[in-house]
């Protein structure tokens, strides 16, 4: 189908909207807008960071999802204790593929599983002295990690274990550092307050290590990476296009991080930010205790590449100029390939997305690049300043939906009806039975990397592998078969 006009989308709207009680009806209606790119004041367009309605399907992930998950967990060198039942652990062990170099075991812990395991005798008297025990057996089993933290489990915040005390008392034993991290999962109302929650340790219980430790011999040119999470080796291919402009990248994180690495960054010239929702807060602190400023860049596609490489080269003297230059047209002829390539074979089509972090607002330029259109996007937990991001990346009068709940983002599908949906793990297969091509967006679906020149290479290969699968011409969605039977047969079809 053609572009929607601002009324037609209004109108879509408004329909998918009369499915609710008149309350449930008022609350979601702030929720979802037509874009509107010239808009300075997001706050007063879409409602966001608000609890989800009780319900409806959300699909947020929870405190201890952005804590653990996101922050944490990818942090290599350092033993990530979930502390409660073995549930939570045991769903958030190794889902986002971020990769890493070391030996698992041994120096690095990022897919494997540590828990307290809560029994029921555990939540009646408590699980500090537990805990105690656990870190011991840890430092005993793996003495070459570098520290532990302890993720809280919603359980812990309900009966109140002392975290804090214990995490005191074992970084003076051990003589590593212990790091509690109060990201119990039904804190806020989403996974967003986990990852300022996991920002603020960091800032309490790593940064001022090396305060006042002069041994560190920096250059003009340091950079620290921070908020890229190397899924698929995304950090890797980002890391190499900033050395080869000449900048030193002398601390990365959370993807194939370290401890050491972490201690670091407040000793670089700037801090590069590349998911702003789930780091933004600590490049704030070190920029107002440190005063080391923050910038925030995007890796998703040649153009936004060229202008990302621009922007940090604008903040360097001359040297640092030219070298983001000679990067660009160093892989001019690749990306230009990759296009010429892919570009016919995308082009016009149309993409709706729902995803969290940076990728609803990043990912829309590498789409634009093939020809790709992007009609619809929203956060799954995304604040005021993610919107104000997002509104001059779309076109006039295009589709936005925060925490879209299940009901409304199938309804939106099939009146759109775009070519491909980018969404996570819990959309995928709905989708791929409606027969509309998706790629889960989360973690790159098994593939990656997606950052970089490098990257974009993968992106188009995957999206064309996708769009142009002959198996969706085998697919018949079920509301279809159902109109084809007999109406007297048919209940209840969607």
């Known amino acids: 189908m053609n572009a929607m006009t601002r009324e037609e989308t209004e109108a879509l709207i408004q329909e998918v909207l009369e499915v609710y009680p008149e309350e449930a009806r008022k609350d979601r209606a702030r929720h979802l807008v037509v874009n509107d790119p010239g808009a300075e004041r997001p706050e007063k367009c879409i409602t966001s960071n608000k609890q989800s309605l009780p319900g409806v399907m959300t699909i947020r992930g929870c405190a201890y999802a952005g804590s653990k998950g996101v922050v944490w967990g990818p942090v290599k060198d350092m033993i990530h204790v979930s502390h409660g039942p073995v549930g939570c652990g045991q769903y958030s062990r190794a ?10 075991g041994v120096n690095t812990f990022v897919t494997m599983d540590f828990t307290s395991n809560f029994q029921e005798k555990d939540i009646v008297f408590g699980g500090d002295k537990k805990l105690d025990k656990l870190i011991d057996e840890l430092d005993r089993l793996f003495p070459l990690s570098k520290g532990i933290t302890i993720q809280s489990e919603c359980p812990v915040g309900l009966i109140g274990d002392d975290i804090e005390a214990v995490a005191k008392r074992k970084v003076e034993e051990l003589g590593k550092p212990v790091v509690p991290v109060r990201c119990e999962g039904f804190r ?64 990365q994180w959370s993807g194939d991080g370290t401890l050491s690495e972490m201690q670091l960054t407040p000793k670089a010239k700037l801090t590069l930010v590349h998911c702003y929702r789930s780091m933004n807060y600590i490049a704030r602190h070190m920029e107002e205790k440190y005063g080391v400023p923050w910038l925030e860049y995007n890796f998703f596609g040649p153009t936004k590449i060229a202008e990302s490489l621009r922007k940090i080269a604008s903040l360097f003297d001359d040297t640092i100029k030219e070298g983001a230059e000679r990067v660009i047209e160093k892989y001019r002829a690749e990306y230009e390939a990759v296009i010429a390539k892919y570009r016919p074979r995308l082009e016009g089509k149309r993409v709706m997305l729902f995803v969290g972090g940076l990728r609803p607002r990043h990912t ?64 995928k297969y709905i989708f791929q039975k409606m027969g509309i091509p998706f790629r889960q967006m989360h973690s790159w679906d098994y593939s990656g990397p997606y950052h970089g020149y490098d990257g974009f290479a993968v992106f188009a290969r995957d999206m064309d592998m996708t769009l142009n699968n002959p198996c969706w011409a085998a697919i018949t969605p079920p509301w279809r078969k159902a109109t084809e039977l007999d109406p007297g047969q048919v209940v209840g079809v969607g």
């Open 95 to 104: 889902g986002r593929r971020n990769y890493y170099i070391g030996v698992t």
């Open 364 to 427: 829309i330029g590498a789409y634009e690049d093939l020809g790709m259109e992007v009609v619809g996007t929203g956060y799954e937990f995304g604040h005021d300043d993610d919107y104000e991001r997002t509104f001059p990346e779309m076109g006039n009068a295009t589709l936005l939906y925060d925490d879209v709940t299940g009901y409304e983002f199938e309804a939106f599908v099939k009146r759109i009806q775009p070519d491909l949906i980018g969404s996570g793990i819990k959309e």
């Open 188 to 251: 806020g109302v989403s996974q967003s307050l986990g990852h300022h929650i996991a920002n603020d340790s960091v800032r309490d219980w790593v940064l001022p290590v090396r305060d006042g430790d002069d041994s560190f011999q920096g250059t003009p040119y340091d950079v620290s990476v921070i908020g890229d999470y190397n899924i698929g080796g995304d950090a890797w291919a980002s890391r190499t296009l900033l050395e080869e402009m000449g900048l030193r990248v002398v601390a």
